[in-house]
């Protein structure tokens, strides 16, 4: 089973496309198409400086369908008035090709339209490829701006600044280079929320998505999006009994087939 899988993963790591498996949004973007720019504090640091309430998030996701290869990840947002932070743990594998990381983000309002924030990764990767883990630190900047109470516009530099370890003659094969993103999200009605979201990278020359979510009874919330390059319909649901929050959502590849994702956020 082991190599069977770990074969598997080398096929579709470095011959489908270039994929980060871990640094993704929450569970709630993904099932409006992956846009994390507007929606995910563990994707655009920037949004830690409007988080309303201190939280603590567990999410899963297998794109992958095979349980050794899902991402399970952990984060602690705490917002305050003088710096709000947020920390970040994600793991994907097994014990034979398996990454890590540990992000620490930190927010910034500038004003009531404006925000920043800066996020810190340190990122491992283990396999049985190499003799010794590879590594790299690289920086993420990200920019929100609310020009209306109900219409919010981001931009995201993900990997601004980076710096590997290890031999650097394989420091490609395991880390997504720089990609810039922009995105938006306007609260059409009060139970009607649509998202959009375009971006650029080394490894993919662009890519898109776009979202739909729709309140359609109280505190439950059904979503709907699709990611372009290549085309991947998603659709989700979420239910929210303060102080929990539970959302799922399933992605469909046209070559790895089904995704599916949960999370569970504790808010106080």
């Excluded at 340190?122 to 590879?134: A, G, Q």
């Amino acid at each position: 089973m082991p190599k069977n899988v770990f074969f598997f993963l080398l096929c579709c790591s470095f011959s489908l496309a270039a994929r980060d498996n871990l640094r993704l949004p929450d569970v709630r973007s993904m099932a409006l198409g992956g846009n994390g720019v507007t929606q995910s504090e563990l994707y655009n640091p920037s949004l830690a400086a409007w988080a309303k309430r201190r939280s603590v998030q567990l999410n899963y996701f297998n794109r992958y369908g095979m349980k050794e290869l899902g991402t399970v990840g952990g984060s602690l947002s705490l917002p305050n008035r003088l710096l709000p932070v947020a920390f970040n743990v994600c793991s994907f594998g097994y014990d034979a090709y398996r990454e890590s990381m540990f992000r620490a983000s930190v927010g910034k309002a500038l004003n009531r339209c404006w925000a920043v924030g800066v996020a810190f990764h340190w990122s491992m990767l283990e396999t049985e490829l190499y003799d010794e883990p590879k590594g790299r630190v690289s920086t993420d900047v990200g920019i929100i701006c609310r020009p209306f109470d109900n219409l919010s516009t981001g931009l995201l530099i993900m990997n601004a600044v980076s710096v590997h370890t290890g031999d650097q003659t394989t420091r490609h094969k395991g880390f997504v280079g720089r990609m810039i993103q922009l995105g938006m999200e306007w609260n059409v009605i009060d139970n009607l929320l649509i998202t959009a979201c375009a971006g650029s990278g080394e490894e993919r020359a662009w890519n898109g998505s776009a979202g739909l979510e729709y309140e359609a009874f109280h505190s439950f919330y059904v979503r709907s999006g699709v990611e372009i390059n290549p085309l991947m319909p998603c659709f989700g649901a979420g239910y929210e009994l303060f102080p929990f929050a539970m959302d799922v959502a399933a992605v469909y590849h046209p070559v790895l087939g089904v995704n599916t994702g949960i999370g569970i956020t504790f808010s106080f």
